[in-house]
């Protein structure tokens, strides 16, 4: 199964506002609402930042939202800041034999 | 606070085995199920496997089917992943990720991951 498809990278200015996308097919993303996001910055394990679409963990800062539009899911971040660039990947539940998969992965830069 | 810890990495030539283990702890165990995932040098994320809460229900991505199995200890807290066949497609930083327990699998918490280096 193909991986779920993320923009190689985006940019943006400290407090701007930048938006992720994240691809799939009806047997995953379009399918379900269970899409996840993942921050990770270099050398470091990815942390969850959104579940279940829209839904953030305790912790996480409420600059970083979720959304979903048909066969394509959203991460949002607004005002943007330097400790935000790091890469970003999007996960659905799919409906094969493999229950979870991953996109490819955003790298966040922050000018 | 939960803490999930990996260990049995190294560098192991092709067509070898090695065996991962993830030590788990400020959670209760046997009551959420496991993922494994790696990451390639440079590269993104891929889900491997998981396991359910009992042990009962194992799932594999197709590039390991086969050659991989996923297995748990609940006495002990610990999860496992024994690969076979190894190949150097398989080089990787492995992390153990506890599933949140919601229908979407996500996983709410990571390891710090161990590297298996597959290279003759």
């Known amino acids: 199964q193909s991986a779920l498809t993320q923009p190689a990278s985006v940019s943006g200015s400290p407090g701007q506002s930048i938006t992720i996308s994240c691809t799939g097919t009806s047997s995953d993303v379009g399918g379900y609402n269970f899409v996840s996001w993942y921050q990770q910055h270099p050398g470091k394990a990815p942390k969850l930042m959104i579940y279940?679409?829209?839904n953030r963990p305790s912790g996480v800062s409420n600059r970083f939202s979720g959304s979903k539009s048909g066969n394509t899911a959203s991460l949002t971040i607004s005002g943007l800041q330097a400790e935000d660039e790091a890469d970003y990947y999007c996960?659905?539940?799919?409906?094969?034999?493999?229950?979870?998969?991953f996109g490819g992965g955003t790298e966040l830069t922050v000018l | 606070q939960v803490q999930l810890v990996e260990s049995g990495g190294g560098v192991v030539q092709p067509g070898r085995s090695l065996r991962l283990s993830c030590a788990a702890s400020?959670?209760?165990?046997?009551?959420?199920?496991i993922h494994w995932v790696r990451q390639a040098p440079g590269k993104g994320l891929e889900w491997v496997a998981l396991?359910?809460?009992?042990?009962?229900?194992?799932y594999y991505a197709d590039s390991v089917k086969g050659r991989f199995t996923i297995s748990r200890d609940n006495s002990k807290n610990t999860l496992y992943l024994q690969m076979n066949s190894l190949r150097t497609e398989d080089t990787a930083v492995y992390y153990c990720?506890?599933?949140?327990?919601?229908?979407?699998?996500?996983?709410?918490?990571w390891g710090q991951g161990i590297l298996v280096t597959v290279s003759s």
């Open positions: 400020g959670f209760t165990f046997s009551t959420f199920g």
């Open positions: 996960s659905s539940y799919t409906r094969s034999s493999t229950p979870v998969i």
């Open positions: 279940d679409v829209s």
């Open positions: 990720a506890k599933d949140s327990g919601t229908r979407g699998h996500s996983c709410d918490y």
């Open positions: 396991i359910s809460y009992d042990g009962s229900n194992k």
